[in-house]
């Protein structure tokens, strides 16, 4: 049967139809739809782990058990995960196992721009890179054959666009094959030293195999094109976006294996063109082998290292009418990322603000609380780090620092892993007040369930970890919790907490705005004659909020009646609907 689907629900397809048994992944842009589409098929075990390293062994366990297994995460994610990565590379697997890594060109929703093909590169694992959704569907399939005839993880990497963008696939049935049965083995799993440099020679050579594989594989193929002048060698998006603009006029040499590469096949290719360019995102990976290989090819002297490409970018940069092969989209509205109306991080990142505390932040929703007019974030480095800072800083400064910093993370991130920041805060004994914003799921990636939730990926109940008991468990005496809509209480416990000289928590909870079964307030109106256009009510840079003709103006198809804008107005000016419609 033939079907538009989504990459991710592709690839999720294709983890089914070969027959995987167990998925554990975290959710992260772009990866999060592999694992949730993989949800939705009860022949598979799903789970969100609390972070990229727990759901990569789970899936290595699996594996050795004899099932088909998958791990997914973002390219940030891959670094969390790295211990297990390189190590299973030297024990190599049981049954197939497949990892999937999301690049994020362009920095869509990352901190950073990161290759992960130096990962496959460094860890000495093959890596496959699909550029459509059929084939997000098939190499799957063909990863997990690769992962077993070779005794192999095999990363499969995605980016934004293969994740994102819908093509035409073709599904199939589901074949599950026979278990593997497990086998204790001590010389193949047991890495300890004496074993592991007996399997590194063992590594060496799979790459040899894996690289004479590469060859003839159909994961890589010359396209023929009618002018010989110019070969393209490419890959992913940058392969979408070359046929967008040349068509078949050149011959393009199509790799799907992106790691080992193909020696040969790359230099009868350059041999039968006149010149080859080499067209990639981000690193000059594909480009220094050949180099290597001693040909003579041009890449980054004319595309950038930086961002995402583009049809136009890649007319461009090779010489042709950009507009003809993209033609420009006029009068887009612009719309820069904010905090949702009603989130409940507002209130406590407007606190802390306008009492001037230093906040050390964390990846999530809250990121944004370092946005204007707020600009309550002093730093974001990657998840966990705000915890692990505060310690440093209040270490650093000491008396300095002591009652006007605090650093803050959401409850999925803490438990992915500010825990363990948290543990070294308790144990070296700083004076650092920490804040949990516990919005009662992970919101950044599109709610997913996390284990403070008490609900699985499929929403059916599960464990659930009890912040407070945990940090008291932890060893802090002090644990508080504030509701972020009411500013005053709010501002009273993290005055409170700062003052004291002890380590502290403070969890700010209210659920997540969006979340379906939060019930809504109606909302807020303003009483134009009470309005001194103070603008008091825009300090808090909700997105229901402007000004028209010289007054505050609420879109009531925004609001959500938290009333936060409300206890600022001293002016009463800012009334709930529901009143306004009794008094009428």
């Known amino acids: 049967m033939k ?12 983890l089914y139809e070969a027959g995987a048994q167990v998925v554990s992944s975290y959710p992260g842009t772009p990866s999060t739809e592999v694992t949730e589409e993989a949800a939705k098929y009860d022949e598979i075990y799903c789970e969100w782990a609390p972070n990229e390293k727990v759901a990569m062994e789970v899936a290595f366990g699996a594996s050795l058990a004899g099932k088909r297994s998958f791990c997914g995460m973002k390219h940030v994610g891959l670094n969390v995960a790295a211990d297990p990565l390189f190590t299973a590379s030297y024990t190599g697997v049981n049954a197939g196992m497949i990892i999937c890594v999301a690049d994020d060109p362009g920095m869509h929703s990352s901190q950073n ?9 460094a860890a000495k694992l093959p890596m496959l890179e699909p550029a459509d959704s059929s084939e997000a569907l098939e190499f799957t399939k063909q990863a997990y054959e690769i992962s077993e005839k070779f005794d192999t993880p095999v990363i499969i990497k995605m980016c934004t666009r293969v994740a994102h963008s819908q093509s035409l696939v073709e599904t199939s049935e589901r074949v599950v094959p026979d278990n593997k049965k497990y086998e204790k083995n001590i010389a193949k799993y047991v890495m300890m030293p004496g074993n592991a440099i007996r399997r590194h020679p063992f590594v060496e050579q799979r790459m040899k195999d894996l690289a004479l594989f590469a060859e003839t594989s159909h994961l890589n193929r010359i396209e023929e094109g009618k002018d010989k002048s110019l070969g393209i060698i490419t890959s992913s998006t940058s392969y979408q976006y070359t046929k967008e603009v040349l068509g078949d006029k050149h011959p ?14 790359i230099k009868d290719f350059a041999a039968s063109v006149e010149k080859v360019i080499v067209i990639e995102e981000l690193d000059p990976i594909i480009e220094q082998h050949c180099k290597v290989l001693g040909l003579n090819v041009e890449g980054k002297s004319i595309f ?7 049809q136009s970018l890649v007319a461009e940069k090779l ?14 509205p612009v719309r820069p990322p904010v905090m949702c109306a009603g989130c409940p991080h507002r209130g406590l990142f407007y606190t802390l603000s306008k009492n001037k505390i230093t906040c050390l932040g964390d990846i999530g929703c809250y990121t944004l609380g370092a946005v204007a007019p707020l600009s309550a974030v002093d730093m974001t480095l990657c998840m966990g780090a705000s915890v692990s800072s505060i310690h440093g800083f209040n270490k650093a400064l000491g008396e300095e620092s002591q009652g006007n910093t605090v650093c803050v993370i959401g409850d999925s991130t803490f438990m992915h892993s500010g825990m363990t920041g948290l543990a070294n805060i308790a144990y070296n004994q700083s004076n650092s007040t920490v804040i949990i914003l516990d919005n009662s799921i992970t919101g950044m990636t599109g709610h997913q369930q996390n284990p403070t939730t008490g609900y699985n990926i499929k929403g059916d109940p599960a464990g659930k970890i009890d912040l407070e008991a945990l940090c008291k468990a932890m060893g802090f005496k002090r644990v508080a919790v504030t509701d972020p809509y009411d500013l005053a209480q709010t501002e009273k416990t993290i005055k409170e907490e700062l003052a004291a000289n002890e380590p502290s928590v403070i969890i700010s909870r ?13 909302s807020l109106c303003v009483d134009t004659d009470k309005c001194k256009s103070c ?27 938290c009333g936060v804008c409300e206890q600022l107005c001293k002016f009463d ?12």
């Open 304 to 310: 950038p290292l930086l961002g995402e490409f583009s």
């Open 3 to 14: 079907e538009i689907m989504l990459g991710n629900k592709a690839f999720a397809r294709g």
């Open 535 to 561: 603008r008091a009510c825009m300090k808090i840079g909700c997105p229901a909020i402007s000004f028209k003709d010289g007054k505050a103006h609420v879109d009531n198809t925004l609001c959500v009646g």
């Open 319 to 332: 010489g042709y009418d950009k507009k003809e092969a993209c033609p420009a989209i006029e009068g887009l």
């Open 252 to 265: 393009v040499l199509k790799l799907g294996m992106v790691h080992p590469l193909p020696d040969k096949l």
């Open 113 to 121: 721009e990161q290759d992960s093909r130096h990962y496959a590169i």
């Open 510 to 522: 209210r659920p997540c705005a969006l979340l379906k079964y939060v019930k809504h307030k109606p």
């Open 573 to 584: 000016a800012l009334i709930s609907t529901g009143d306004k419609e009794a008094k009428a």
